[in-house]
C-alpha cells in the first residue's frame, strides 16, 4: 500500500482470548500481588487494632491456587506459576529488608513502585513527552503593547508587531526581506536612499557613482547647490550674476549678448542707462558721506558684453578681472555702443532693446564708467562703487599704483557699499549720517530689498572676501587689514605717499 501522510502511534492490541507473553506475565504478578495484599490487610486487622502490622516471612505469606483441575494444567502453566510464585517470594523478601513495620501508606507506594516497574519492563518503545515553557512577555517596540500570542518580528533585539515595524520616513509598514538601518531606526531601502543620497539640483536624478564606487558631484560653496560632475560640461546655463546652474525644471532669461539671467536676479535687473541713474547718484552721494567727494561729473553707460570687450581692448591702461570683466573705468576717448530705452521681455527672452553710438570725450582724467547691463541691483551698484574708487584715486593724482593696491582699495570700498546695503544700519560702514542717509533714500526708492535681494547681496560680498585672484582677492584682504586697523582716511594718505598699504 501507498504511505498515508497522518503519523500514527503504535498502541498494543488484544484480540479475543489472545495475549501476549508480556500481558500473561503482568496478569500473573498483579494476581500475586493481591493474594499478598489481602493476606496482608487480615493481618493487621487481627492485631487488636495494632498501629503496626507483624513482620513478614514466609511463613505468613499464603497463596491461593487457581482452581482448575491437575487435568487442564499443562507443564507449561505449572512452570509459569512457579516462577510467578517465585517473584512474589521475592518481592516479600525486599518489603521484609527495608521495614516490615511501616503503614499501609508504604506498603502502597511499595506497590506503586512494582507495578511501574513492571509496566517499564515491557516492550513499548518510550514516550518523552515535550517541556512546557511558558510563554514570555514580549512588548511591541512599536505600540508598546503585549504582543501576545500572535505573529511578531524580531529586530535588533526588539519584538514588533508586523505592522508596528513601520519606516520611519514613510510610516508604512516594513515588508521586504531587506531595509536599511540608520542607528537604530529602520527605513525601506527606498526611502533611505531618497534621504541620503544626494540628488542632482540641475537633472533631480540620484547622483551616479564614480569608478571608484563613490558618489561624486559638485557643490556650490555659497549656494551649496549641488549637481553631477558632467553638467560643467554640457553646456548647462549657469547663471551670469549668481553663478548657479539652470535646472531642468525652470528656464533662465536670455540676454542680447547671450548671457543667462536666473529669475531671482532678474527681479531686480537694471537693465538700461535710463534706470540705473538713481542708483548712480546714489552711490556717489555715499562717497560724499565718507568725505570722498568726486568734483567733476563722471558719464555712466550701461553696455552689452561685447561694447565692454571692445573698449577693453581700447584702453591702454588698467587690470582687468578675469574671465568676465563687467564695469571698466575709462580713460581715453572711444566711441562706445550703449544701452538705450524700450527694453522688454518676451517668454524667457529679451526682446525690442535698442542701442545707441555714443562718442566719449576726454575732459578730465576719467572718461566714463561702463557697467554690464542685465545685472541685478546690488550688483550693479558693487561695480559702480568700485569703478567710481578708481575715477576718485585718478582725480585725486593717485599714479602708477600696483594692482594689489589700486584693486583691492577699490574692492573694499565695493564691499563697504554693499554692507550699508544689506546689513542692519546698526552695524553697517560707514556710520556718517551722510552716507546712512543716502543708502537709506536708495532703498526706499525701491520700496525695500526682499529676502532674495538680500542674500544676493550676501553672495556678493562672499564674493569679494573670497576672491583668490592676487590683486582683487589679496589686495582686498590686505586694504581691509590697514583700515581695520588706521581707518579709511589715514590708510588713503599712506597710498598717496608710499603707493602702498601701511602695515
Known sequence: MAPSGVNHIPQPCIYGDLISSNGERKSSIMKWLIKFLKNVSNRGEGGGGANHPEPLDEENLTWRAPPR?????????????????????????DLKRRNGYGRQTNIDEELARALQGSLNSSSYPPYSPVPYHPRKFRECGGCKRNIGYGNYLGCMGTFFHPECFCCRACSYPITEHEFSLSGREPYHKSCFKELTHPKCEVC??????NAAGLIEYRCHPFWSQKYCPSHEHDNTARCCSCERLESWNSRY????????????????AIMDTGDCQPLYHAIR????????KLDQQIPMLLVERQALNEAIVGEKNGFHHMPETRGLCLSEEQTVTSIHKGLRFGVHRQVGMRTQHQKLTRKCEVTAILVLYGLPRLLTGAILAHELMHGWLRLRGYRNLDPEVEEGICQLLSYMWLESEVMPRS???PSTS???????????????KSIVENKLGDFFMHQIANDTSPAYG?????????VDKYGLRSTLEHIRLTGNFPL
Open 69 to 93: 483441575s491437575s487435568d487442564d494444567r499443562s507443564g507449561a502453566q505449572k512452570e509459569k506459576e512457579e516462577q510467578d510464585h517465585a517473584n512474589a517470594l521475592s518481592l516479600a523478601e
Open 204 to 209: 533631480h536624478q540620484f547622483i551616479p557613482t
Open 253 to 268: 532669461y536670455s540676454l542680447e549678448d547671450g548671457r543667462r539671467l536666473c529669475l531671482e536676479c532678474m527681479e531686480s
Open 474 to 482: 589679496g589686495g582686498y584682504r590686505a586694504a581691509n587689514a590697514a
Open 285 to 292: 552721494d555715499y562717497y560724499e558721506g565718507l568725505n570722498m
Open 427 to 429: 552695524n553697517a560702514m
Open 434 to 448: 551722510a552716507a546712512s542717509s543716502s543708502s537709506s533714500s536708495s532703498s526706499s526708492k525701491k520700496g525695500g
